[in-house]
C-alpha cells in the first residue's frame, strides 16, 4: 500500500512559467518530507525539506507548501527553467527514531523552451 | 557530493546466482538505506541500518538480506537472482532524523 503517493507521472511546463508538483500522504505519523530531484543515470539529489510544525518553506525558486490536514504537499518552481527537466520525487519521514525515508513514485518534468 | 560509493556500478547475472552490491561511505554517517528504483514504483526501501549490526526491513525486503559489520559499509545481497530483481539499485546515507539523505550514484543489475 503506497503511503507516499504522486498521481502526475509526468507534468509539461513553458519555460518561465510556473511549475507545481503535488504530493499525499497516508501515514499521519509523517512529520519531515522531502523533495529530490533526479536526472538519468545519476543518484536523487536533495532540493528542500520541510518539517511538519511548518506549512512552507522557500529556497530560490522553489517553494514547498505542507497541508497536513489535507495530507498533502506540493512543490512550486517558479521561473521553471530547461535544466529543471528531470524526475521528481516526494519523500517522507516519520519521528519514529528510525527514519525511514518512503518515496513517492516521481513525476517526470519537461520544462519546454 | 557526500562520500558514497556503490559498487559494482553495473552488473548482469545469471538467474539463481549470489550478488552482492557494495555501499561505500565516508562520512561516518550512522544511517544507511538501500532502495531499487522501477519505472511505476519509485523508490521503495529494501532495508535500512541504524548502526553497525542493527539492521531492518523496509517495503521490498523478499529476497534481500544485508549486512553491516563496519559504520562505512552496507552490503546487498541477492540470495539467488531472479529477473524480477533486475533494477537500478541506490544507496543512501544520513546522520539523523530530520534532515536530508545523500545518494550514491546506483548500481545497475540485470539478471538474465
Known amino acids: 500500500d503506497q503511503q507516499v503517493k504522486q498521481n502526475s507521472p509526468s507534468l509539461s511546463v513553458q519555460e518561465g512559467r510556473i511549475s507545481i508538483l503535488n504530493c499525499d500522504y497516508t501515514?499521519?505519523?509523517?512529520?519531515?518530507f522531502l523533495w529530490y530531484k533526479k536526472y538519468p543515470a545519476e543518484g536523487p539529489t536533495f532540493l528542500i525539506s520541510?518539517?511538519?510544525?511548518?506549512d512552507k518553506n522557500e529556497d530560490g525558486r522553489f517553494t514547498v507548501f505542507l497541508n497536513k490536514s489535507a495530507k498533502h504537499l506540493s512543490l512550486h518552481i517558479v521561473p521553471s527553467q530547461p535544466g529543471d527537466s528531470a524526475v521528481y520525487f516526494c519523500?517522507?519521514?516519520?519521528?519514529?527514531?528510525?527514519?525511514?525515508?518512503?518515496f513517492g513514485t516521481g513525476t517526470r518534468l519537461k520544462v519546454l523552451a | 557530493d557526500a562520500g558514497i560509493t556503490q559498487s559494482p556500478r553495473h552488473k548482469v547475472t545469471e538467474t539463481g546466482t549470489p550478488v552482492t552490491l557494495r555501499c561505500h561511505q565516508t562520512?561516518?554517517?550512522?544511517?544507511m538505506y538501500w532502495y531499487r528504483q522501477d519505472p511505476g514504483h519509485g523508490l521503495r526501501l529494501i532495508h535500512y541500518?541504524?548502526?553497525?549490526?542493527?539492521?531492518d526491513k523496509g517495503e521490498v525486503s523478499d529476497g534481500y538480506s544485508v549486512s553491516r559489520s563496519k559504520t562505512e559499509d552496507f552490503l546487498l545481497t541477492l540470495e539467488s537472482a531472479t529477473s524480477s530483481q533486475t533494477s537500478v539499485y541506490f544507496c543512501?546515507?544520513?546522520?539523523?532524523?530530520?534532515?536530508?539523505?545523500?545518494f550514491g550514484q546506483g548500481t545497475r543489475l540485470t539478471v538474465v
Open positions: 562520512e561516518n554517517h550512522r544511517y
Open positions: 543512501a546515507i544520513t546522520d539523523r532524523g530530520n534532515t536530508e539523505a545523500f
Open positions: 541500518s541504524y548502526g553497525v549490526k542493527d539492521t
Open positions: 520541510i518539517s511538519s510544525i511548518k
Open positions: 501515514n499521519s505519523m509523517f512529520d519531515y
Open positions: 519523500a517522507a519521514t516519520p519521528n519514529s527514531g528510525t527514519y525511514k525515508y518512503i
